[in-house]
């Protein structure tokens, strides 16, 4: 399984930016994708995230800023992340949880992306 996430940068308080990740690989199915980010000398936390049964979850502080969506047919989630604003600035980790039928449940990471806030 690989995860190819995209979409990081630099940007002004106030922007925009969107991730996107896709999964590719062999697995039966995917029960959660999501998005989490870490900045130096902190845990790493999660962003948001949507399970297959459509539910979705967000950390308090992104709540009515961010947007997470998933793209069933081609296996993606996307962070649509409005109103920046630089304590969002981190290394941004997108993640899934899939199954596979030979030796059961995952959780992987992707690659990061860095996103910056800055004026």
């Known amino acids: 399984v690989q995860l190819q996430a995209s979409g990081g940068g630099l940007v002004q308080p106030g922007g925009s930016l969107r991730l996107s990740c896709v999964v590719s690989?062999?697995?039966?199915?995917?029960?959660?994708m999501g998005w989490y980010r870490q900045v130096p000398g902190k845990q790493r936390e999660l962003v948001a995230a949507?399970?297959?049964?459509?539910?979705?979850q967000y950390e308090d502080s992104v709540k009515g800023r961010f947007t997470v969506s998933r793209d069933y047919a081609n296996n993606a989630v996307y962070l649509q992340m409005d109103s920046l604003q630089p304590e969002d600035t981190a290394v941004y980790y997108c993640?899934?949880?899939?199954?596979?039928?030979?030796?059961?449940?995952?959780?992987?990471w992707g690659q990061g992306t860095q996103v910056t806030v800055s004026s």
């Open positions: 690989g062999t697995f039966a199915s995917i029960n959660a």
């Open positions: 993640n899934v949880l899939y199954y596979s039928t030979d030796d059961g449940f995952h959780n992987y």
């Open positions: 949507a399970t297959t049964g459509g539910t979705l």
